[in-house]
């Protein structure tokens, strides 16, 4: 069974900066590319990024291009995105999701998400 | 203002009829496949359609999709109080290189 656990979520002054993990099992990790989404409070679904199985190939919404940074490491079955330049509108519950294949950036499967709060 | 369109809300009563509809562009529905998932309040969402237009496993029948140019709809028959819930649809835009979804659909059960 896929699992995926994210973990850091916290709330942060605006400029501020966080790691997002997500553990993966259940799954051959290097075999699927990843992805990131948030759902902002009362708002909806908003794909942010993805990386391919080697890691080799990223994807970025604009907004969040050249602040955020996605990565994964293979050999911890983990992916992670890099939070920088931190705004109000970046808080958010953030999902880490599988793809169905090595390239393919649509989500399959879904962790529960991670609370991520932007405020002073 | 999301990239694909869908009615914020839609309604039926139990063993209703009703279709979810996602509108688009040349440069993602009508060049690329369309997966739809299901967002419970409080919890993760589900996919309800991948991107081969089929269910994965747990889903029931009574949920089809369709797509025709640029556009798609979700088709969800026998309405049951579990459907209760916001739908919402994704693809791949070749212009943003970015996958882009729907602002999704409230759909409530009377």
């Known amino acids: 069974e896929v699992q995926l656990l994210e973990s850091g979520g916290d709330l942060v002054q605006p400029g501020g900066s966080l790691r997002l993990s997500c553990a993966a099992s259940?799954?051959?990790?290097?075999?699927?590319?990843m992805i990131w989404v948030r759902q902002a409070p009362g708002k909806g679904l908003e794909w942010l990024s993805s990386?391919?199985?080697?890691?080799?190939?990223?994807y970025y919404i604009p907004s969040v291009r050249g602040r955020f940074t996605i990565s994964r490491d293979n050999s911890k079955n983990t992916l992670y995105l890099y939070l920088n330049s931190l705004r109000a509108e970046d808080t958010a519950v953030y999902y880490c999701?599988?793809?169905?294949?090595?390239?393919?950036?649509?989500?399959?499967?879904w962790g529960q998400g991670t609370l991520v709060t932007v405020s002073s | 203002q999301s990239v694909l369109t869908q009615p914020p809300s839609a309604s039926g009563t139990p063993g209703q009829w009703v279709i979810l509809s996602c509108s688009g562009n040349?440069?993602?529905?009508?060049?690329?496949?369309v997966t739809w998932y299901q967002k419970l309040a409080g919890t993760a969402p589900k996919l309800l359609i991948d991107?081969?237009?089929q269910r994965p496993s747990g889903v029931p029948d009574r949920i089809s999709a369709s797509k025709s140019g640029t556009s798609a709809s979700l088709a969800i028959s026998g309405l049951q109080s579990e459907d209760e819930a916001e739908y919402y649809c994704?693809?791949?835009?070749?212009?943003?290189?970015?996958?882009?979804f729907g602002g999704g659909t409230k759909l409530t059960v009377l």
């Open positions: 994704a693809s791949w835009d070749a212009s943003l290189r970015t996958v882009v």
């Open positions: 999701a599988k793809s169905p294949s090595g390239t393919e950036s649509k989500p399959e499967s």
């Open positions: 990386i391919s199985d080697s890691g080799g190939i990223t």
């Open positions: 991107n081969h237009n």
């Open positions: 259940g799954f051959t990790f290097s075999n699927y590319a």
């Open positions: 040349t440069s993602n529905i009508g060049r690329n496949t």
